[in-house]
Nanobody, 123 residues
Framework: QVQLVESGGGTVQAGASLKLSCKLS????????MAWFRQTPDTKREFIAAIADTATTHYSDSLKDRFAISRDNPESTMYLQMNSLNTEDTATYYCAAKRDGWTSSAPDDYNYWGRGTHVTVST
């Protein structure tokens, strides 16, 4: 059974940086394509970035200049480095995993989800 646990959320001021982590347990991390999404109470789940088992990445066009996805296979952990945060980045951030080897921006393509970590950006 795959389990995903996000960490690193919190409250930061506008302009700050934050790094989120997602640890996968229960299966071999290196074989999964991983992704980050975010959601607010008023929005659908929004794709941020994905990283394949080959380390190929795929980003949302609107976020690629400020956010960076990476993975550490020996640590079974994926990261999201977020820079120049603004109030519109306030959301719950979720990590997701899928067994197939290609990246996707569609939430329905992902088999496993974490419970989320919340990020609040204040002015």
């Amino acid at each position: 059974q795959v389990q995903l646990v996000e960490s690193g959320g919190g409250t930061v001021q506008a302009g700050a940086s934050l790094k989120l982590s997602c640890k996968l347990s229960g299966r071999s991390f290196s074989t999964y394509t991983m992704a980050w999404f975010r959601q607010t109470p008023d929005t659908k789940r929004e794709f941020i970035a994905a990283i394949a088992d080959t380390a190929t990445t795929h980003y949302s066009d609107s976020l690629k200049d400020r956010f960076a996805i990476s993975r550490d296979n020996p640590e079974s952990t994926m990261y999201l480095q977020m820079n120049s945060l603004n109030t519109e980045d306030t959301a719950t951030y979720y990590c997701a995993a899928k067994r197939d080897g290609w990246t996707s921006s569609a939430p329905d393509d992902y088999n496993y989800w974490g419970r989320g970590t919340h990020v609040t950006v204040s002015t």
